[in-house]
């Protein structure tokens, strides 16, 4: 198969929980038209895209969140940036949860579905969450 045509997009969201669906839906469609519906990476990079959106949307401060996708050959790669933090901390690494813990595995699926991420320090505060789908 030759090498896949540069792409990529941007989807500015309200922050609030009901966006998950919305930017799930808007990158399946993307991925979808461009890998077909069927290929495994689309599943992997949604199941990635809602965990990283959440965690935006629930610990981030501002009013929306963006959401952003590049096609590059083999890869795709997507982000999602938000304002950072309520209380000005933003994290380098993901912790670890325990056990008994309800909540906490976000990170540990977008690491399980995922070749690369990563979270970046933005001007201002801001914050970037980003992840890496191979689909060749």
Not at 4 to 29: F, H, N
């Amino acid at each position: 198969m030759g090498r896949r045509a540069l792409g990529k997009g941007a989807l500015r969201l309200p922050a609030e929980v009901e966006s998950v669906s919305v930017g799930r839906r808007w990158l399946r469609d993307v991925l979808g038209r461009e890998f077909g519906d069927g290929h495994p990476g689309v599943s992997d990079a949604v199941q990635a895209l809602s965990e990283i959106l959440a965690n935006a949307i629930l610990y981030g401060v501002g009013t929306y969140v963006r959401v952003t996708y590049l096609l590059d050959g083999e890869w795709v790669e997507v982000a999602v940036r938000n304002e950072g933090r309520a209380d000005g901390a933003w994290v380098r690494e993901r912790a670890r949860a325990a056990v008994d813990d309800e909540s906490g595995r976000g990170l540990e699926l977008v690491e399980a579905f995922c070749e690369q991420w990563g979270i970046t320090a933005l001007p201002g505060e801001r914050v970037k969450v980003w992840f890496r789908v191979r689909f060749s």
